[in-house]
């Protein structure tokens, strides 16, 4: 199993497809991942049906743990298009383990670059800074 990143960390190949899942088909509204740290690698934590809301995808992140996550948001823009934007979000919340955030931080970007078509990318340590009015704001709604 080769490791793909500056941390070492491996990255599922169901990680990959689900993610593909969700761009093309759209059969999940979001992703959570977590990194397993004795088998070094990235799994999934929990998928989203694509009737689940923003608050159901919030209130998966655990209050304690870092955690990786991708969104589908739809909206309708001013000129009223029906539109969509796959967010990347970073969970690392301040109460969580110092090494944890430093395996989170370290493995961000090469994990992200395994999922082709992110949009926006967010980091967050707590809901506040990934509220619904932060997402709606990163799509200029």
């Not at 990959?16 to 093309?24: D, G, N, R, Y």
């Not at 370290?106 to 619904?132: C, Y």
Request: charged share 30%; hydrophobic share 35%.
């Amino acid at each position: 199993m080769p490791a793909n990143s500056a941390s070492g960390m491996h990255v599922n190949d169901e990680c990959k497809l689900k993610f593909l899942e969700l761009k093309a088909k759209r059969n999940y509204r979001f992703i959570v991942f977590k990194i397993d740290e004795k088998a070094q690698q990235v799994t999934i934590d929990m998928v989203g049906n694509p009737e689940e809301t923003y608050d159901s995808f919030t209130k998966c992140m655990p209050e304690n743990e870092c955690r990786y996550a991708v969104y589908d948001f739809d909206f309708t823009t001013p000129e009223n298009c029906q539109k969509s934007k796959i967010f990347f979000i970073a969970w690392s919340p301040d109460t969580s383990r110092v090494r944890s955030k430093m395996l989170y931080a370290s493995s961000k970007d090469r994990f992200k670059r395994e999922l082709d078509g992110i949009q926006v990318e967010l980091q967050a340590t707590d809901p506040t800074e990934m509220s619904l009015d932060i997402i709606k704001g990163r799509v200029n709604l």
